[in-house]
């Protein structure tokens, strides 16, 4: 292996050092720089430019002259201290290569100098300049180490292995998750976040209204809004409240109530309360104008009653939310309503909550109301509420009812309650006001019952039109006496004069050639205890005495129309079978459904059955015209100058949950003209303090009349025939 070359070196100062390589040495000969050699130490020996200085005379020879040339990049050595050694070491390092080699080695110089003996005083040698550098060798590579084989580590192909199963496994969790939230959890999660983002505004259906027989709305709706509040964007609930108090004349601590913040049945917070419906829609515009947080409006219907009081009784009213209350807005709420809407579309939230656009929406559109079209007749209907609240003021009467029915269709024209109320602002009022008399006013009818006893007597031939019944004064049944106002004292009297007179006695003669059951039978067949489905919600329906409850004094007071409990519209009913010639027609105030199409359908046709022969019907008529005809009649002030009229005075009581109330139950109900009726009319009038009798004639008087006149009825052609009251 050949010698490895130093590198020259720099000494401290800057200057280079060479390293030098003896010359001829020998392997047994001492290095220069040992100790011992001449007395000098290696210290003195080097010199500060890095020169050796053989021993001799200080000179150096040529040979060593050249050998000291050194390479431009001697100092280039990654060891900088390595000349120094070598120095102090006394080249060693160059002889141990030539004598590793067995010859000097190549290029190694012996830093030596030239030993002095002691005491001689010679000076060192002078300083030389550094020989010219010759040519850089490369320096001697160290033999090569084996390097020590680094510490067993574990097998990285598991360490992966183990890392990619553990990713897989991972991967395959999230991929399941996934599959669950998206296949089979996504309904969930879907509807648990549909509540937060949809909003639903219901769309009200238009009311269907409410008119008369011409088309006249009694009760119609007009558009309105309302205000709704969202409690939760709310930010001062007094003085919100405050503000909008005076505006939608709701006071202030209701309104408050309302805004307060609430929870719904599913756990969100309320974000809709009304506030006030039927907002008319200027005070609507004046509420938005004060840009109140949480505040808006929508809109929304309102009913509005024209008349006010006028057929009050009969249509009813509603809610705030449009649902029928009472009357025929109650009867027919399901069919005036018609069907809400709704429009359900996506918004955002907090600041944000406002349709989203181009957001999922669907919009259902509200189906209107249907309307209904009554028999009523408006100008009648008002006069006969005017004219029954004139009469009732002047006996200070609690409770009237006046009806008016066509005859041949059955059609109730008219149907009037004293007291009434105002449908267009119905509360505060009292509910017996808002009762309608002639369906729920339960009466012992009275005397109004004998036409129903004589023309069943008739029909069943016990008796004929010109039957005479011997008449005593008084009859005793069951331990009762049943007299008459106009006593006969015995004499016989003809059918038309115990009508006209309203005799006790005779008509309950007459009802014991009939019998019970043959009675019971006609008052069924004339309508009495059962109502008569004229439409009004709550119709009673009066009471029929069987005949195993009848006792012996029954034989006396059901003929003459006591122990009966009947309302006025099945008597008037029971009239209108008299005039149309003994057919019974159901009455009914429904004349039309008008669609919102705007078709038209008639109701299911009225109910009708026979219950007395045309001529029994007419026999029967002109008993009753004596009633207005007779001298000292009890109808006389029923009659209608230029109008044959038949008729029947009547005085019962009122019953309220079967218990008789004091004072007397007036009526009269009568029919014109009477050779062809076209109309009945009935009064009943109950006078705590009695006197009904003076107010129900002369109530039946104007209403009739009013009632021929305003649908020009012709007079009566003949006049009424003369009755004889007893037999002669």
């Not at 009784?313 to 109650?330: C, D, K, P, R, V």
């Not at 008569?532 to 919600?537: A, E, I, W």
């Not at 309220?656 to 109900?669: H, L, T």
Request: charged residues 25%.
């Amino acid at each position: 292996m050949p010698p490895r070359s130093e590198e020259p070196r720099r000494d401290p100062t800057g200057s280079r050092r060479g390293s030098s390589r003896a010359t001829g040495g020998r392997s047994g000969e001492p290095r220069s720089g040992e100790p011992g050699v001449g007395g000098i130490s290696d210290a003195r020996a080097y010199t500060p430019r890095g020169r050796s200085i053989r021993e001799g005379g200080g000179r150096e020879e040529p040979a060593a002259r050249g050998e000291q040339r050194r390479t431009p990049r001697s100092t280039r050595s990654g060891d900088p201290f390595r000349p120094a050694l070598q120095v102090l070491d006394g080249g060693r390092a160059g002889s141990r290569a030539g004598r590793r080699d067995g010859a000097p080695a190549r290029g190694g110089v012996v830093r030596t100098v030239q030993a002095r003996t002691p005491g001689t005083g010679d000076p060192p040698p002078p300083r030389r300049r550094p020989a010219a550098r010759r040519p850089e060798r490369p320096a001697a590579r160290r033999p090569s180490r084996k390097p020590p084989k680094p510490p067993r580590l574990a097998d990285p192909r598991r360490r992966l292995r183990l890392g990619t199963m553990l990713t897989l496994a991972l991967f395959a969790v999230i991929g399941i998750r996934l599959v669950a939230l998206q296949a089979v959890e996504a309904p969930a999660y879907a509807d648990a976040g549909l509540a937060d983002r949809l909003r639903t505004v219901t769309l009200p259906a238009p009311r269907g209204a409410i008119y008369d027989r011409s088309g006249a709305p009694l009760a119609h709706s007009v558009e309105a809004r309302y205000v709704y509040a969202d409690p939760t964007q709310i930010t001062d609930v007094p003085a919100t409240a405050k503000a909008l108090s005076p505006l939608l004349g709701v006071p202030e601590s209701e309104l408050a109530e309302r805004m307060q913040p609430r929870k719904r049945p599913n756990g969100n917070d309320s974000e809709f309360e009304y506030l006030a419906r039927g907002v008319d829609i200027t005070q609507a515009r004046k509420v938005m104008a004060l840009e109140l947080p949480g505040i808006n409006t929508h809109r929304d219907e309102r009913r509005e009653v024209p008349g006010h009081d006028l057929a009050a009784n009969l249509i009813g009213f509603t809610s705030q939310e449009m649902n029928g209350l009472e009357g025929l807005e109650a009867r027919y709420d399901d069919l005036l309503a018609g069907e809400d809407g709704q429009r359900r579309y996506e918004v955002g939230l907090g600041d944000l909550a406002a349709p989203i656009p181009g957001g999922w929406s669907e919009t259902t559109k509200a189906k209107p109301g249907s309307s209904l079209q009554l028999t009523i007749d408006r100008d009648l209907q008002y006069m006969f509420q005017v004219m029954l609240a004139r009469r009732m003021s002047e006996v200070k009467g609690s409770t009237g009812a006046a009806i008016a029915i066509d005859v041949a269709t059955g059609e109730v024209l008219a149907q009037a309650s004293h007291p009434t109320y105002n449908a267009a602002n119905p509360l505060p009022s009292d509910p017996t006001d808002r009762e309608d008399a002639a369906t729920s006013f339960v009466v012992d009818p009275g005397s109004v019952h004998k036409a129903i006893t004589f023309g069943a007597a008739l029909q069943e031939g016990v008796i004929t039109k010109d039957t005479t019944i011997p008449v005593p004064n008084v009859v005793v049944r069951g331990g009762y006496e049943f007299s008459d106002t106009h006593p006969a004292d015995g004499r016989r009297m003809t059918l038309p004069g115990m009508m006209a007179y309203s005799s006790n006695v005779g008509t309950i003669a007459i009802a014991e050639r009939l019998g019970k059951e043959r009675l019971i039978d006609y008052q069924k067949r004339f309508g009495l205890g059962e109502p008569t489905g004229v439409g009004m919600p709550g119709e009673a329906s009066g009471r029929l005495l069987p005949a195993e409850e009848w006792s012996d004094s029954a034989y006396g007071s059901v003929p003459i129309g006591h122990s009966v409990d009947a309302t006025p519209l099945q008597m008037a009913a029971a009239y209108a079978t008299i005039a149309n010639d003994g057919k019974y027609v159901q009455p009914h105030l429904i004349q039309e459904i008008i669609g919102p199409d705007g078709r038209r359908t008639k109701p299911e046709s009225p109910e009708t059955r026979s219950v007395l022969s045309p001529d029994t019907a007419a026999d029967l008529r002109t008993v009753l015209e004596a009633v207005t005809t007779v001298e000292h009649a009890t109808g006389l002030a029923a009659a209608i100058p230029g109008y044959r009229v038949a008729g029947k005075t009547g005085t019962g009581w009122r019953l309220v949950d079967g218990q008789k109330q004091p004072g007397q139950v007036a009526s009269f109900i009568g029919m014109a003209p009477a050779e062809k009726p076209r109309y009945v009319v009935a009064v009943f009038a109950h006078t705590p303090a009695g006197g009904g009798g003076d107010i129900a004639a002369p109530a039946f008087r104007d209403m009739m009349q009013f009632t021929l006149r305003k649908n020009q009825v012709p007079p009566s052609s003949a006049a009424a025939p003369k009755f004889e009251v007893f037999a002669r």
